[in-house]
């Protein structure tokens, strides 16, 4: 059973930015898809990024141009860098990985973002 730790969440004032990261307990590699979903308060969970093996990046587009996932897969780490954060992306956040078309999605504990003022 594959493993995902989060950290990084907290609280942010709009404009200003958190670093989420996903440690991972096997290679990145094996996986057919990886990302990112938030749940925000009486919402649906939401896909905010994924990358598909071999595939390009892709966004929801309330975060484009603010938000960049990127995989370091010598430490089998996921990373979202979030600027400019509103507060309406104020949610739990997600990592997930897949491992085929035929699995579930496994998650990571979720961890806190909280903009506001």
């Known amino acids: 059973q594959v493993q995902l730790v989060e950290s990084g969440g907290g609280l942010v004032q709009p404009g200003g930015s958190l670093r989420l990261s996903c440690a991972v307990s096997?290679?990145?590699?094996?996986?057919?898809?990886v990302g990112w979903y938030r749940q925000a308060p009486g919402k649906q969970r939401e896909l905010v990024t994924y990358t598909p093996k071999g595939g390009s990046t892709t966004y929801t587009d309330s975060v484009k141009g603010r938000f960049t996932f990127s995989i370091d897969n010598a430490k089998n780490m996921m990373n979202l860098q979030m600027n400019n954060l509103k507060p309406d992306d104020t949610a739990v956040y997600y990592c997930y990985v897949r491992r085929s078309i035929k699995t579930a999605n496994d998650w990571g504990q979720g961890t806190q973002v909280t903009v506001s003022s």
């Open positions: 096997e290679s990145i590699f094996s996986f057919l898809s």
